[in-house]
């Protein structure tokens, strides 16, 4: 993945980008019409009455809305071997895999060349916006990386996360080199069977090639944090393995063994080089750029379900630049970042007009639409307004027809005539019992404002997540929280009291009131906990890059949420409606 501007036409993607957006409503018909062309012999689609038809109005008046739920038989049918045309005109050979940490299981997707072509179009996008912004030269990146297995289907289909197809693909190896600085790490450490043994090769290929890493990456926010929380624990056994040049005897698959050792070389200059730059930091503040004096910036996905580790990655980066990676998911891509120098905070995606067709569903209704009890109708790509919420609808190349992806996105501003999103958040409600609605948002502002009292004590907050147990009458929210170090009586009641007064969903208040949902539980968990939730996802075949901590534990994740009962450590009731 060497830098090389010259393989690149800078100017050619820029150009063809500013093309596809000046007339997104254009490019939308013909992206739809070649959707429709090359998939209308298929079963789903002919039994829909489409008759041939590939304009958008009699598209959305034959082709419903749809969820993972609906298509879910006809997926199942693809991945046990029937090869008939059944979503798609051509044969789907791959199937994508979901992460699981949200609804407890994996979802099969359908995964085949144009969306692989559709990510290559989104990489060389986003990266000729983020090299203007912040050129590197020839040199290296740290990226936390990892292939989980692949498997064989019961139809004989190759299936593993959608990371693990992309990582694998000659296409993407070949282009990436055009694109970004070459992975420190050789691919026996990006696809060793065991995680904690790649990303402690990970680190020690980062250390040592230290002077040349220009960038810090992974796919998740949570993947760098976690990193560098593995990093305060093993620098020292780190350091000693490059100044004996003998790989720790903790990694011990042979394939992973076999690459270090063409790497790893006695050097006890840059070992005391390492050791000096740890010892002079003070609570690790500033660790990546101390440990990497040339990176430029670090990058990956870092909205949504990702902004509860932003305080502790930008601890470690200190002033280094956070830039968030582009807007996708399991089922495909929606978007580019663009605005590179925008915080994570305020970051904003570019829908590509060609990569897929895309709807929009209002979230905020008009009075008479109300009164009468009028569904919200989809709007097209261009049709969106700024400052307006709504739900992502999408059809791609790869047999998804108007699939509600349930992204709740707000619209920025246009880049040309396409917009420019912001993730808001998913569109399910988490947390509800009576007529309490709070969601993922909800939950994540309400832990940080508690979180903010554990400062008094300089502790932080790890990780969090929550339960609704309708086992007790009334039914309550429980918190479930890991924290950096042992918190007062005091602090942790006052935190308990904090979170269940700062849901401020008005059904969530007034059942609170009258007593129709129970106090809120504060269960605090030994450290290490959402460690042994990460161990248990990975053994299920997610990639520890894909990994991402679910934020409500049901019956869906009875495993998960044994694994959370069994270590707890303390737990308190909110004294704050009484």
Not at 157 to 171: F, P
Request: net charge negative.
């Amino acid at each position: 993945m060497l830098e090389k501007m010259e393989s690149i036409n800078v100017d050619q993607v820029i150009e063809e980008f500013e093309t596809i957006t000046k007339d997104a409503e254009k490019v939308q018909r013909e992206a739809l019409k070649k959707i429709l062309e090359e998939n209308g012999s298929a079963e789903y689609l002919q039994n829909l009455g489409l008759n041939g038809r590939t304009d958008p109005e009699s598209y959305k008046a034959c082709v419903p809305l749809v969820s993972h739920a609906d298509l879910e038989p006809y997926i199942r049918r693809i991945a046990d071997g029937d090869n008939s045309r059944i979503l798609t005109g051509k044969a789907i050979t791959t199937i994508s895999l979901s992460s699981g940490t949200t609804q407890g299981k994996s979802k099969f997707v359908p995964f085949n060349d144009e969306l692989m072509e559709n990510t290559m179009q989104i990489y060389r996008t986003s990266f000729v916006f983020r090299n203007k912004e912040f050129p590197i030269g020839k040199g290296k990146a740290l990226q936390f990386i990892y292939g989980s297995k692949q498997f064989i289907t019961k139809g004989g289909l190759t299936a593993g996360t959608a990371t693990s197809h992309v990582y694998r693909n000659s296409k993407f190896k070949s282009g990436m080199k055009a694109m970004q600085s070459q992975c420190c790490s050789p691919d026996e450490v990006i696809f060793g069977s065991d995680y904690q043994q790649s990303l402690y090769c990970h680190l020690l290929c980062g250390l040592i090639f230290c002077e040349e890493i220009q960038l810090v990456y992974s796919t998740f926010a949570h993947s760098i944090v976690h990193a560098f929380r593995t990093f305060e624990v093993v620098w020292e056994e780190l350091c000693t393995d490059i100044r004996e040049g003998v790989l720790s005897s903790q990694v011990t698959v042979p394939s992973i063994q076999a690459s270090m050792s063409k790497i790893l070389k006695p050097d006890p200059e840059l070992a005391d080089l390492i050791h000096r730059r740890c010892s002079r930091l003070s609570n690790w503040y500033g660790l990546i750029p101390t440990l990497f004096p040339n990176a430029k910036y670090i990058y990956g996905i870092l909205t949504g379900s990702m902004e509860p580790y932003l305080k502790k990655l930008r601890h470690y980066a200190g002033e280094l630049h956070l830039m968030s990676a582009d807007y996708g998911s399991s089922e495909g891509w929606i978007g580019a970042n663009v605005n590179p120098s925008l915080p994570p905070e305020s970051a904003t995606y570019a829908v590509l007009p060609n990569i897929g067709y895309f709807e929009f569903l209002p979230l905020q209704q008009n009075v008479e639409d109300q009164v009468l009890c009028l569904k919200p109708e989809p709007v097209g790509l261009t049709e969106v307004k700024v400052g307006e919420e709504y739900e992502i609808i999408v059809t791609n190349f790869a047999g998804l027809y108007r699939y509600q992806l349930g992204d709740v996105v707000k619209v920025m501003g246009f880049h040309n005539s396409t917009p420019e999103l912001k993730f808001v958040r998913r569109s399910n409600v988490l947390l509800t019992i009576n007529i309490d609605k709070n969601t993922e948002k909800d939950l994540q502002l309400s832990v940080e404002t508690a979180a903010k009292l554990l400062a008094e004590e300089k502790l932080e907050m790890v990780d969090f997540t929550s339960h609704v147990d309708v086992s007790t009458d009334p039914g309550h929210y429980v918190i479930f929280w890991e924290i950096s170090g042992d918190a007062s009586e005091e602090v942790l009641k006052e935190c308990c009291n904090c979170l269940d007064r700062s849901f401020a969903d008005a059904g969530y208040v007034s059942s609170r009131k009258v007593n129709s949902i129970g106090p809120l539980e504060l269960r605090v968990v030994h450290k290490g906990t959402f460690h042994k939730i990460l161990d248990h996802y990975v053994l299920l075949g997610c990639a520890l890059n894909q990994f991402k901590t679910p934020r409500c534990v049901g019956t869906v994740n009875n495993a998960v949420l044994q694994i959370l009962t069994d270590n707890v450590a303390k737990n308190y009731f909110s004294t704050a409606y009484v």
